[in-house]
């Protein structure tokens, strides 16, 4: 398996990599081996201050590490480098919307799109609804790039996720404990414009490495 180093690049002041907002789960993620769409999981710290920058905005973004079988062209790479920035902008995105219960929701469309835009509205409007909010943090095991568009403009990123390692919880509540639940997630990125948002998440399978 090929292997993509981290690394920084310099982005071009007309193109602003986007990360998108992110899909809010139904805390039980729950789906079939069969790619079903899948809740996304989420939340983290506490709500952080909305001013803050985000990685679309940094003008050097870090290009995560990745992992791929594909035989990646020029065009490609940099397809697929845009797509992984904007899937880190969306993680870190969903996570301040749920961590705040719902109601930082700043910029809410600046990386998520369609599917993922709509779910993280709708599950924010019902943590905010119930006064809850996402215990714990959502985060990226690992990233597998597992198909590109042959027009370059959706890249599909298969990852590994802990669906126990946050929760939603009354407000005033603690994280609490449990088992590790390791599951493979599917995230869809495309180009909205100039940027890139993540379009859809779905479960893909109930077990990965970890």
Same mark, same amino acid.
């Given at each position: ?14 193109? /602003?990599?986007?990360? *998108? ?13 069969d790619h079903s769409?899948?809740? /996304? ?6 709500a952080k201050d ?11 973004? *870090?290009?995560?590490?990745?992992? *791929? ?6 065009? #490609? ?32 469309? #600046?990386?998520?799109?369609? #599917? ?11 943590? #905010? ?5 996402? /215990? ?43 088992e590790p639940d ?6 869809? /990125? ?21």
């Amino acid at each position: 398996m090929k292997t993509g180093l981290g690394r920084r690049v310099r982005v071009r002041a007309a193109t /602003a990599l986007t990360l *998108t907002a992110g899909l809010l789960v139904p805390l039980l993620l729950s789906g079939c081996e069969d790619h079903s769409p899948v809740a /996304a999981p989420t939340s983290t710290l506490p709500a952080k201050d909305s001013s803050t920058a985000s990685p679309a905005a940094d003008p050097q973004p *870090t290009i995560p590490a990745y992992e *791929t079988d594909l035989d990646l062209s020029s065009e #490609e790479t940099e397809a697929v480098e845009g797509a992984l920035v904007a899937l880190d902008g969306y993680i870190t995105t969903l996570n301040r919307v749920f961590a705040s219960g719902g109601t930082d929701t700043k910029l809410i469309d #600046e990386f998520a799109m369609d #599917e993922a835009l709509k779910a993280l509205s709708d599950d924010s409007k019902s943590l #905010e609804k119930q006064d809850q909010y996402m /215990a714990g943090e959502f985060k990226l095991k690992s990233r597998e790039i597992s198909d590109v568009s042959s027009d370059y403009d959706l890249i599909s990123v298969l990852s590994c996720v802990d669906n126990a390692a946050f929760a939603q919880v009354d407000r005033g509540r603690t994280m609490p404990a449990s088992e590790p639940d390791l599951l493979t997630v599917e995230f869809v /990125a495309k180009t909205d414009g100039d940027d890139w948002k993540v379009q859809s998440q779905n479960l893909w399978s109930k077990q990965c490495a970890p």
